[in-house]
């Protein structure tokens, strides 16, 4: 079995897209991870995995102070490196020296210490596709930016028709279309978690808290009315196949998803980041705990929730499940975390990146508008952070041109 893994810690251009994917090949299995380095885990040592959680139960906030995408898809891929008969490898930018004389090293609070060393570390996307390896799975778990550059396109020529899985793990609605527009043959699995990672220095991945990921097949088109076809249920048997990796890895609450169930989870995901992160970046760089403290904002930030969690029943029509966690069980649990952890895109804006602005707010108002609906307490954040992310972006320009 091969898996890729494509993990970029810095702002690529719209030809190389920040992105990562991973790939697996059913004989050999092989793993692809930008930023990582897999680690000989015969030796690994396991500990006790934490007490089960439902994803939409536990406390969303529980983020390292600086999380990074590629954290989290070195981290998954550590543990899908432990599965039988599996090769993963990864494409490793600016640790790629790193990566590749010594592999990560990985601390967590369930699995203990140890270094994960990959099949193969590529210096870039031309590269890995220069090796002509057939790609099971590739593994895409990075922002996703799609008003920067459709992310898709740096997966060409690492696909092999009718072989390769693409695995989506990544926030927000919508981040499977330019996928599914670009290999509309592929199968693509799409994943949710809530696990929190970061990379502290180069090749060094501490692994914080929560495994749990929740993953489905992307199938839009797909109906409980009808038989299912061949191709639904090829990726219904490849989401199986994966999610069975992920346990074999440690993962011991990967959860397989049927594709609307999984949508429901991201928009009860959506729920949570759309009031926390622009509520963050709006207040001056409040912290998740702080603001649920404060009157005024814990009423915004319930009424946030409240537009998402009734909106999202009558985008997917269908009710969301009674076990989801409602937006007052949200904010009690936020309150009790005192880690002073910020939310991601908080993070992204004090540094000066762009942020998630599209695919966790955008589209949202989006679907929502497309029947009909709308979403007063969405459209103000996004409306003003957008403005906020246009008028620092001009700034750059106009200040790289003195």
């Known amino acids: 079995m091969q898996f890729f893994c494509y993990i970029s810690e810095t702002k690529l251009s719209p030809s190389h897209p920040l992105s990562l994917s991973a790939t697996v090949t059913p004989a050999t299995p092989r793993l692809g991870i930008n930023n990582f380095t897999s680690p000989h885990f015969t030796s690994l040592h396991h500990l006790q995995p934490p007490p089960q959680c439902h994803p939409h139960h536990a406390p969303h ?25 599996t090769l993963v490898s990864v494409i490793c930018r600016s640790n790629y020296t790193t990566v590749t004389q010594r592999g990560f ?34 593994l895409v ?5 799609p008003d920067v550059s459709d992310d898709s396109e740096i997966l060409t020529g690492l696909l092999e028709g009718g072989r390769t899985a693409v695995v989506l793990v990544q926030n927000g609605l919508g981040v499977e279309d330019p996928y599914a527009r670009r290999f ?22 501490a692994h914080n808290r929560w495994t749990r990921i929740s993953i489905g097949p992307y199938l839009p088109n797909t109906s409980a009315t009808r038989t299912r076809t061949q191709t639904e249920q090829t990726a219904i048997d490849r989401n199986r ?15 397989e998803y049927t594709h609307s169930k999984l949508q429901m989870v991201r928009w009860h995901k959506i729920a949570i980041n759309a009031s926390m992160n622009p509520s963050a970046v709006l207040s001056g ?44 069980a949200i904010l009690n649990s936020t309150k009790k975390n005192t880690s002073g952890s910020k939310p991601s895109m908080l993070i992204d804006w004090e540094a000066g990146r ?3 602005l599209e695919v966790i707010l955008g589209n949202p108002i989006r679907m929502a508008r497309e029947r009909g609906l709308e979403m007063p307490r969405l459209q103000s954040l996004y409306a003003l952070l957008r403005m906020a992310q246009e008028n620092r972006e001009r700034a750059k320009k106009e200040n790289s041109r003195l």
């Not at 778990?141 to 930016?145: C, I, R, Y």
């Not at 799409?190 to 060094?204: D, F, L, N, R």
């Not at 009734?310 to 409602?326: H, M, N, Q, R």
């Open 184 to 205: 509309p043959d592929a199968v693509i699995l799409s994943a949710v978690t809530i696990a929190s990672a970061a990379q502290s220095e180069p090749g060094v991945i």
């Open 141 to 145: 778990s990075t922002k996703a930016l």
């Open 241 to 255: 196949e994966f999610i069975d990796m992920l346990r074999a890895g440690g993962i011991a609450d990967a959860e």
């Open 285 to 328: 760089g409040t912290p998740n705990a702080s603001m649920t403290l404060d009157p005024e904002l814990h009423t915004h930030l319930r009424g946030v929730m409240q537009e998402v969690l009734s909106t999202a029943p009558k985008v997917l029509g269908t009710p969301l499940p009674a076990d989801f966690a409602t937006a007052d």
């Open 105 to 138: 090293t990985i601390t967590s609070p369930t699995y203990g210490s140890y270094t994960f060393v990959p099949a193969h570390v590529f210096a870039n996307p031309a590269e890995a596709a220069a090796a002509n390896i057939v790609w099971d799975y590739i």
């Open 354 to 356: 762009r942020m998630e």
């Open 61 to 85: 906030n529980h983020k390292h102070p600086n999380p990074r995408p590629r954290a989290i898809g070195a981290f998954y891929a550590s543990r899908l490196a432990l599965a039988p008969n």
